[in-house]
């Protein structure tokens, strides 16, 4: 009967590493970090330009770094050495997806302030009413504009939803004319109580989704995030233009 209970055993265990030695890494890997933490929000998992490391990719647009059986992680950017310095290959990737997200954002989700003649580029900028760096943006929107670049604002009231500035983004979204609302309110007056179907919650979840932490946050037309102010000469530089 021992005997019996020992071939068992033993055929239980081969089984077990048999099933293991047939999982892929991309199986394990799942099976290891969503043990550790259930909630991991994966997105996909793919092996990274490093021989034996996968990337993977989540939800919030994050990413991190596993071993082929899922047994240790590394959370990070992964760097390639190359001739003339080294490149962000996690970098590189995020903003590729961060384009692709914000090529999805519908026109009416933002108020736009058209490039004047012909357009040159896109800047799209999570906006906060009460923001004052925001508004020192806002104040040079003519320099940008002039230079063939449209400004598509979306609302990103950072002390959260239902707040007095979610109220206040909810009213100038709503308003007849979002621009002239959005103007004033950057410049001090509080608009009216006006409510409607609209974006700002949908909006504010985006930037949530992306890692937007503070206004303004300006995403570039190939997904570079730029976090806070930089003045309209600075940024007609780095848009290439």
Known sequence: MKIRHLLLSFLMLITAVAQAAKSTPEEAITA?????YPDLPISSITPSEMPHLYEVMLATGDSLY???DGSH???GNLYQTTDKGFRNLTEIKQQKSRA???ASVPDENAIIFPAKGEERSTLFVFTDVDCGYCRKLHSELGQLTSQGITVKYLAFPRTGLNTPTYDKMVAVWCSDDPQAAITAAKQGSVPGS???ENPVAADYELGVTLGVTGTP???????QMIPG???ANELVKSLGL
């Open 32 to 36: 290891a970090l969503t043990k550790a």
């Open 66 to 68: 596993a071993s082929e």
């Open 73 to 75: 992680f590394i959370v």
């Open 100 to 102: 692709e997200l914000m």
């Open 194 to 196: 006006a409510k409607c």
């Open 217 to 223: 946050t300006l995403i570039t037309p190939d997904g």
């Open 229 to 231: 102010y930089m003045p």
